[in-house]
């Protein structure tokens, strides 16, 4: 009997055993089944929101690129991108490369003499500045001087039109800096520049230069164009507008009669155009004409010893009047006529 008893109460004990290890195993299972997935919730949760955050942040360049602003201008109000980003320029490439803007391509002139050449680097020149070939660019943005451009090309772009002689070459540049987003560019390129204005006019307004006439001239030959005259282009502008020196009085009545700010003298009437100092520009591998002539010797800006030659290799300096390249003309020309000053 007794033994019958100790048995029944072993399979008792054994029965406990089991089921409290069972207990044990499910009760494992569930605080690991709890961990797991409370570190794939964590994670999941770490991964979405480093992903909304990167989808906002993307989403606000995407927004940023792709907004636009609108513009006046003597066209009416043309809405462009607040952030162009395919720039097509013609006349006013110095302008938009002294804002920052890298063109898809251009349509003007590059010479190594200009102040920034090396941002030609890259930039394809168009052959034609019709709408088959700007096409090819995808441009988002067309700057120009010409108002038939607005007409010819608002189809394909964009088009800010601001005409010569509007607008000065500082307030032009500080136009198309608002109309990019490039206000502190253009801002900071004027300051130089007018820095520098104001220095030189300092200079040229005593001394030697006081109340002293000044012309630009160039020989063509007698049986070209003779003996060209430049109040705007060759650093007129900046000559004339910024620095407000005086043409000779015989050149004034002259522009004023022909209305042409610039035009051919022959031979035999130059020499009345030359002021007292006289910048004088020479082209590359072509010897004066006029300097061999008899007619040269009794010019008193020549006796005088007041030519300033600018040999052909820095035609490319002065051929544009934007900012830029005004403030690398300021240099050359203020240099060479403070050395007069030395003599």
Partial sequence: ?????NKQLGLIVCALVVVMMVLAGCSNTNNNSDLSSGEDKTSTETSATATDGAEKSESEKTEGKSGTRKVSTVMGEVEVPANPQRVIVNWYVGDVFTLGIKPV??????????????QFEGIPITEKWESEEILKYEPDLIITFDPKDFENFSKLAPVIVAPEGDLSSS?????????????????KAISVFEEK???????????IFKDKTFSI????????????????SRGGTLLYEYLELKKPEKLEQLIKQSEKGRDSLSYEVASQYFGDYV??????GYESEYANTVIWDSIPAVKNGNIIEVPGQYGGLFYYSDVASMTAQLDYMVDRLLELEKK
Avoid: C
């Avoid at 136009?175 to 502190?184: D, K, N, W």
């Avoid at 910048?279 to 590359?284: A, Y």
């Fill in 1 to 5: 009997m007794i033994n019958k008893m």
């Fill in 105 to 118: 391509a251009i349509n003007a002139r590059a010479d190594k003499a200009m102040p920034f050449y090396d």
């Fill in 171 to 187: 307030e032009r540049l500080s136009f198309l800096g608002e109309a990019t987003g490039h206000e502190a560019e253009a801002q």
């Fill in 197 to 207: 204005l104001k220095n030189a006019k300092e200079k040229l307004s005593s001394g």
């Fill in 217 to 232: 001239l160039q020989d063509w030959g007698r049986e070209s164009y003779g003996v060209m005259y430049e109040t705007g």
């Fill in 279 to 284: 910048l004088w520009f020479l082209k590359e």
